[in-house]
């Protein structure tokens, strides 16, 4: 059993930056891939940046150039630093770890983009 705990969402004006994180019950260097996830009202949850086990990264075409995903083993945390926000960015943003052929979820955390 993993159990995610996201933090750092909130509501910033267009252009702003904000810092997500993912923090894990065991050590992420055992997660084979890390990835960040959004959902809006009506929607189903969509990938926004993933990250593997190695450090390879991959990201949704609206997020590439201002979304940032990385890893610290140490903290057992995963980073997503969203830079030059867009009012579309909005949504619940969760954490997902594959671990062991099982996935595991965060709770979720809002982030709001204001024009």
């Known amino acids: 059993q993993v159990q995610l705990v996201e933090s750092g969402g909130g509501l910033v004006q267009t252009g702003g930056s904000l810092r997500l994180s993912c923090t894990a019950s065991?050590?992420?260097?055992?997660?084979?891939?890390m990835s960040w996830y959004r959902q809006t009202p009506g929607n189903q949850r969509a990938l926004v940046a993933l990250i593997t086990i190695g450090g390879s990264t991959t990201y949704t075409d609206s997020v590439k150039g201002r979304f940032t995903i990385s890893r610290d083993n140490a903290k057992n945390t995963v980073y997503l630093q969203m830079n030059s926000l867009k009012p579309e960015d909005t949504a619940v943003y969760f954490c997902?770890?594959?671990?062991?052929?099982?996935?595991?979820w965060g709770q979720g955390t809002q982030v709001t983009v204001s024009s």
């Open positions: 065991i050590s992420i260097s055992r997660i084979n891939t």
């Open positions: 997902k770890g594959l671990y062991r052929l099982s996935e595991y």
